[in-house]
């Protein structure tokens, strides 16, 4: 059994934050987990507004605190987003997330994040990156 604590990985190699201070991240469970996602709890700093473009991942984002709202650039549609909102990009969808305030995530991904990653300039996380223990 994998037990973890979120308050004790925040402090750790876990917390992942974005180089351009749009979010943290702390992993909670990861590739070498072998549990065949990952997750995480992720926090979007308010008034944030990114491009993503998770072009090796799907995942599904479900919305514990806050409110924003998730476009689609390929047809440009808005969806809001709050407290119990979940959203899929089940088509490794090109997409801006913007927060009106800050949000609390959580995040899992398929394939699973190695731990380490952080997006590229195309908005997506590389398949693989460096690794947390």
Not at 79 to 90: C, E, H, S, V, W
Not at 104 to 128: D, R
Request: charged share 30%; hydrophobic share 35%.
């Amino acid at each position: 059994m994998i037990v973890r604590d979120l308050q004790e990985a925040e402090k750790s190699g876990r917390r992942v934050v974005s180089p351009e201070g749009n979010w943290e991240s702390t992993r909670l469970l990861l590739k070498n987990d072998q549990m065949g996602y990952s997750f995480h709890i992720t926090t979007i700093y308010k008034g944030a507004d990114f491009q993503m473009h998770y072009q090796n991942h799907l995942e599904s984002v479900y919305c514990i605190s806050g409110e924003g709202e998730v476009e689609t650039i390929e047809d440009g549609k808005v969806y809001p987003i709050k407290a119990g909102t979940l959203y899929n990009l089940d088509k490794h969808d090109k997409h801006i997330l913007r927060a009106f305030e800050e949000m609390k995530m959580a995040c899992v991904f398929n394939p699973p994040l190695n731990g380490k990653e952080v997006h590229n300039a195309e908005g997506a996380y590389e398949i693989e990156a460096e690794v947390i223990e």
